[in-house]
T-cell receptor
């Protein structure tokens, strides 16, 4: 079935440094959703990207969807300790025929204050 | 407050003893789903439901059952639990927007240990 590769698996940064996680697929992704999971918590929805080449921003977070819809990225500018957690991408269906989601394995971000 | 609730939050059981994990949402969402989360494997979908009485398999359905008799509830049933079902389980719900499924809300999780 569909596989979504997420890199890196881990990333440790100093507070104030930037961070990027990438989500890649060998086949075309439908829609991409991004989630954040704090340690000991549950995944929290961040955003959904739908269109080829789409870029969305949420404060210090920038989300991109590749032109070929085979990759996506999440970039955090000037990380803060509150950014600590695991970031997941998920390939989500765009149509109404199913609700099958495939998650990447996530990138664990740690931030040194 | 919009939320997804799961019970129990923690459960220790023994091999073969049937158990049910309940999930309920108060947002009138059509879509509900169960996931398991294991170290190194990320989140994997077990079953999902697109509406009352409509359920379908996700990526790892073996050993699990679900039912959707009411819109708000989506219990996960382990008829004969085995140690390899020890995991962290999440229930989630969502509704459909113009471009597909929109925000998926997750419950707080159920940590299950099968001895």
């Amino acid at each position: 079935g569909q596989q979504v590769m997420q890199i890196p698996q881990y990333q440790h940064v100093q507070e104030g440094e930037d961070f990027t996680t990438y989500c890649n697929s060998s086949t075309t992704l439908s829609n991409i959703q991004w989630y954040k999971q704090r340690p000991g918590g549950h995944p929290v929805f961040l955003i959904q990207l739908v269109k080829s080449g789409e870029v969305k921003k949420q404060k210090r977070l920038t989300f991109q969807f590749g032109e070929a819809k085979k990759n996506s990225s999440l970039h955090i500018t000037a990380t803060q300790t509150t950014d600590v957690g695991t970031y997941f991408c998920a390939d989500t269906p765009s149509g109404g025929s199913n609700y099958k989601l495939t998650f990447g394995k996530g990138t664990l971000l740690t931030v040194n204050p | 407050e919009a939320q997804v609730t799961q019970n129990p939050r923690y459960l220790i059981t023994v091999t073969g003893k049937k158990l049910t994990v309940t999930c309920s949402q108060n947002m009138n969402h059509e879509y509900m789903s169960w996931y398991r989360q294991d170290p190194g494997l990320g989140l994997r979908q077990i079953y999902y439901s697109m509406n009352v009485e409509v359920t379908d398999k996700g990526d790892v359905p073996e050993g699990y059952k679900v039912s959707r008799k009411e819109k708000r509830n989506f219990p996960l049933i382990l008829e004969s639990p085995s140690p390899n079902q020890t995991s962290l389980y999440f229930c989630a719900s969502s509704h459909r927007g113009g471009t597909g499924w929109v925000t998926q809300y997750f419950g707080p999780g159920t940590r299950l240990l099968v001895l």
